[in-house]
């Protein structure tokens, strides 16, 4: 039998990382914003993924 090689992948960032501050009460959407998630307010499942 022959082995598979994997494919090296090489991650190479454009932009630094970026800071964001945010207390306790804000912290969910922001996270939903810098993630692209919405979820309605009172909803507990999954959110829609926003489409750029």
Do not use: C
Request: glycine letters at 6%; a positive charge; proline letters at 4%.
């Amino acid at each position: 039998m022959s082995q598979r090689t994997l494919p090296i992948i090489h991650v190479v960032e454009e932009q630094a990382p970026t800071i964001v501050y945010a207390d306790i009460a804000n912290f969910r959407s922001v996270v939903q914003n810098l993630t692209g998630w919405s979820v309605s307010s009172g909803d507990t499942s999954r959110g829609q993924r926003k489409t750029i």
